[in-house]
């Protein structure tokens, strides 16, 4: 989900605070940035947003005027809770406990075989969501088929479907995600998560990436991928997936795909009715 879509002006508290700059053009992610509250930098297809813990307006205008490919659109202030959407509190989905938090500071102690510590960071999405959740509730029910397997997560954003799989039991996972803010994420919660052995993250597109062997695809993305993703030449030789990121009327018309091409619905999850996610295997 864009920045772009957030609320301008929230009045964040001064403790808690984003400052979210969005800029027209691309900013390396490797770039330096010289601010000591600078949090990440989020690179879509033209456009850059760069995240901070406190005001950075001077150097972004000098970041503008220096670099001649780079214009200014919007800047957003809202507290960390509101860029997120909520609260992040720990929950339970599919048998794990997933428990969020953030600024580098994990729980106590290190997490049990089903727990899965969670730092979004400032990438969006701290798990509670729906898809997310069933998502996860669908990976559970696969139980023990999981272990040895590969998995490929693709659209990984902050890594929490691609934790949920090591978990339960999962040999490889394949963490796919665009954005390199997300890659760094996910890498990051691996290693709080003991799971580095098994979860790989790389920068890369789903429909790119889904060519890789994998025994089960995970993907909770945008529909306007999902619709690509699932016609492209790597995911109709796979056996089995969980998709998800649908909206009723797009779910609809992926469901019709997903049938064409051969594949069964083997689950069908919408806690909500709005938002759904299918359990599809090969026929």
């Not at 957030?6 to 605070?17: V, Y």
């Not at 000591?36 to 850059?48: A, H, I, Q």
């Amino acid at each position: 989900m864009s920045p772009a879509a957030s609320h301008k002006k929230a009045q964040p508290n001064a403790s808690d605070a984003l400052f979210i700059y969005y800029l027209e053009g691309v900013i390396h992610p490797a770039t330096p940035m010289p601010h000591p509250d600078f949090l990440g930098n989020w690179v879509e297809e033209t456009s850059t947003f760069l995240f901070f813990g406190s005001p950075a307006d001077d150097m972004v205008q000098g970041f503008c005027r220096s670099m001649s490919h780079l214009t200014f659109i919007d800047r957003y202030e809202m507290t960390y809770e509101q860029w997120q959407g909520g609260d992040a509190e720990p929950f339970t989905a599919g048998g794990l406990t997933i428990t969020p938090f953030r600024k580098g500071t994990p729980p106590e102690g290190r997490p049990g075989p089903g727990d899965i510590f969670l730092d979004a960071g400032v990438v969006f999405g701290n798990g509670a969501h729906p898809t997310t959740s069933s998502c996860l509730s669908l990976l559970a029910r696969l139980g023990p088929e999981l272990a040895g397997q590969t998995v490929q997560d693709l659209g990984t954003g902050t890594g929490l479907l691609a934790l949920g799989a090591a978990r339960l039991g999962a040999e490889k996972v394949l963490a796919v995600d665009l954005n390199h803010l997300a890659v760094r994420t996910t890498l990051a919660n691996a290693r709080i998560n003991g799971l580095t052995r098994q979860i790989v993250a790389v920068q890369g597109r789903a429909e790119e990436m889904v060519h890789a062997p994998a025994d089960l695809v995970v993907s909770n993305i945008h529909y306007d991928i999902m619709k690509h993703l699932v016609v492209s030449e790597g995911f109709l030789i796979k056996k089995e997936a969980i998709l998800s990121g649908l909206m009723t009327t797009e779910a609809r018309t992926i469901e019709q795909v997903l049938k064409s091409k051969g594949f069964l619905i083997a689950d069908h999850l919408s806690p909500d009715g709005i938002w759904h996610t299918f359990h599809v295997k090969r026929g």
